[in-house]
């Protein structure tokens, strides 16, 4: 059974900083995809981030390029989000989203459904 726990939400004020995980376990091949979304209040669900676990993909979305930066832990079967320079309208609830198939890490991630998701982490920013 694949499971995705995130943590690392929070309260930051604006151009303040905060780093997102999500332990990925239960997935039955060493390569497949994880990808970062989130959901303000009144607002669809938006593609933040993806990675390819085994390396050679990494998108993002264009509002948080520069700012956002997405890595691979593979010893902990770990990724994390690395949030800089974050901004009001950066507050949301991220989730972390697994895929066995790594393909779903392309520039169109955002459009794709994934199969496996965590519970979701708060992250709120203040002006």
């Known amino acids: 059974e694949v499971q995705l726990v995130e943590s690392g939400g929070g309260l930051v004020q604006a151009g303040g900083s905060l780093r997102l995980s999500c332990v990925a376990s239960?997935?039955?091949?060493?390569?497949?995809?994880i990808g970062w979304f989130r959901q303000a209040p009144g607002k669809e669900r938006e593609g933040v981030s993806c990675?390819?676990?085994?390396?050679?993909?990494?998108y993002y979305t264009e509002s948080v390029k520069g700012r956002f930066t997405i890595s691979s832990d593979n010893a902990k079967n770990t990724v994390h989000l690395q949030m800089n320079s974050l901004k009001p309208e950066d507050t949301a609830v991220y989730y972390c989203?697994?895929?066995?198939?790594?393909?779903?890490?392309?520039?169109?991630?955002?459009?794709?459904?994934?199969?496996?998701w965590g519970q979701g982490t708060q992250v709120t920013v203040s002006s």
């Open positions: 989203a697994g895929d066995r198939l790594w393909e779903y890490c392309n520039e169109n991630f955002y459009q794709l459904t994934y199969d496996y």
């Open positions: 990675i390819r676990r085994s390396g050679g993909a990494i």
């Open positions: 239960g997935f039955p091949f060493d390569d497949y995809a």
